[in-house]
């Protein structure tokens, strides 16, 4: 094969990009996302459901609670490097990345069950098990998932369209997670969601007429233990059902001409990535802030604000998560992923302190706010993990290899130390202070009911603003990622020579 001379460049087969990897399909990109969708499933109850039906129905306090995810999630220290590293090393005629999601999905069907529908009279010892083998199940896929998106392809746009092809889906889940416990609110008090809505178009009708009304809203305890069992099913009809689809549509990329870095020096090498350091911070903080907010969403939406249907609450939430991810991809290749994350950032911050103006039967101004955080959360969730993929280049010009599932596996935990500790540390806040889960308002103390406030309202912001610096003078900007791009580029055709490969042409 022939070299194209222009410039004295050698270019690439048509089809196939500058490290001799495919060029991705779009179809190829949204196959793959769709995994997402059943991970995102099992997160939302996570964060919302489980902690108020372990509390409210089984009677565990809310700071034992708080206490059993933070051990539960420490078990990820070891769990996460290592799922990275034996990812990254693994050799099989199936690929990298497949076998361990192969084995994680049956894991996670299991503990799904035991974990979301537990037996009358369990007890701590139960949900510590069940937690923590959850958490293996699902790091078995998550790791290798993020990593093989990653590697993917090797543009900074087309690693923004992955990863926001993976959010959609992420978020089409938090979608479906929200469906099922609407639904099950409405079968088991449909005058309930009506009068939710009845109230608000009220509120914009008075609006004009200035007869806006005094009301008592409806008091009914969340329907946690039917939702839970909801969402159990829907996590082991989707899970197997996607993991068989990826599996079977998908291809790995082959493996470059050296991957394999000893793990003292890829460590080494992980530690000197300075983009890589700021990246662990600024998901540590974000992430915390967020875990803050989710930890007592339930509480705050049900008890602060009186609304009883916590579903379609969330349903419309995510439906503005969905609906916003065009934009944030948009606005990353306008100013760059990081100046279009810390936008983020500030937007939320804004939304989240207006909601400590709020009372009890202020539906209109509740839904607006909740709608508008809705609409910043797919930037939330896509951009950091955009900016993590161009932080892998880093790496591999310094050592060679291509060692995504190790990256993805630190940055997870990162993330999930940063939920453990701040989860565990709001419940325990509210909890020592007197608010109680099965009392709601009535059953607490003052004090109780008012750090409720504060930590869903003012919690996240102050963890934010910590991050804001590291994102406004993050390095690793478009042009910045272009010459490292053509210096791989440049280093690949070498090697690819000095093996006595012939020359790629167009």
């Avoid at 129905?57 to 078990?75: P, Q």
């Avoid at 290592?82 to 894991?107: C, H, N, Q, V, W």
Wanted: charged share 15%.
């Amino acid at each position: 094969m022939a070299a194209n001379a222009t410039n004295g460049a050698l270019s690439p087969p048509r089809g196939v990009d500058h490290n001799g990897v495919p060029e991705v399909r779009r179809s190829t990109i949204f196959l793959h996302g769709s995994l997402a969708l059943p991970l995102a499933v099992y997160g939302y109850p996570l964060a919302i459901w489980l902690p108020a039906h372990y509390a409210g129905h089984l009677g565990i306090s809310l700071s034992m609670i708080g206490l059993i995810i933070m051990v539960a999630r420490f078990t990820d220290v070891f769990t996460d490097p290592l799922m990275g590293e034996i990812s990254d090393r693994g050799r099989t005629r199936f690929g990298r990345r497949k076998p361990y999601i192969a084995l994680g999905a049956p894991a996670l069907m299991i503990s799904t069950w035991f974990l979301f529908v537990p037996p009358e009279g369990a007890g701590l010892v139960y949900f510590l098990i069940w937690l923590t083998l959850f958490f293996a199940s699902a790091t078995m896929i998550q790791i290798p998932f993020r990593a093989w998106g990653a590697e993917l392809s090797a543009d900074y746009h087309v690693r923004s369209q992955v990863t926001a092809a993976r959010e959609f889906y992420y978020l089409t889940g938090l979608l479906m997670a929200a469906a099922v416990p609407m639904v099950i609110e409405i079968f088991a008090d449909g005058g309930a969601v009506t009068e939710i809505f009845s109230a608000i178009w009220r509120d914009v009708t008075g609006a004009f007429t200035g007869e806006l009304m005094t009301r008592t809203p409806t008091s009914r305890a969340a329907l946690t233990g039917p939702v839970l069992m909801g969402l159990a099913f829907a996590i082991i009809v989707s899970v197997p059902v996607l993991t068989l689809l990826i599996l079977a549509t998908v291809k790995e990329p082959p493996p470059a001409l050296r991957e394999r870095v000893p793990m003292i020096e890829g460590f080494r090498h992980l530690w000197r990535n300075g983009p890589m350091r700021r990246i662990l911070i600024i998901a540590f903080l974000v992430i915390a802030g967020e875990s803050l907010r989710n930890a007592v969403s339930l509480f705050f939406i049900r008890d602060i604000i009186g609304i009883p249907t916590i579903g379609a609450a969330y349903f419309l939430y995510f439906i503005a998560g969905i609906a916003a991810i065009p934009f944030w991809l948009w606005l990353g290749k306008q100013i760059g992923k990081h100046r279009a994350f810390m936008v983020t950032l500030a937007f939320v911050s804004v939304v989240s302190a207006a909601n400590l103006l709020l009372g009890r039967g202020d539906y209109l101004a509740f839904f607006c706010l909740f709608l508008l955080k809705g609409f910043a959360f797919g930037g939330l969730q896509f951009l950091p993990l955009a900016m993590l993929a161009d932080v892998v280049d880093i790496d591999s010009a310094r050592s060679g290899g291509r060692r995504a599932g190790t990256y993805f596996a630190v940055l997870g935990l990162s993330e999930k130390l940063a939920a453990a500790v701040f989860t565990g540390l709001a419940l325990n806040i509210v909890g020592l202070l007197g608010y109680h889960a099965s009392g709601g308002v009535d059953g607490s103390t003052d004090i109780g009911v008012l750090s409720l406030r504060l930590v869903y309202c003012l919690g996240p912001i102050g963890l934010y603003a910590l991050s804001l610096p590291l994102i406004w003078s993050y390095p690793l900007t478009p042009k910045r990622h272009a010459r490292l791009h053509a210096g791989l580029e440049r280093r690949n055709i070498r090697r690819a020579i000095a093996a006595g490969m012939e020359r790629p042409t167009v």
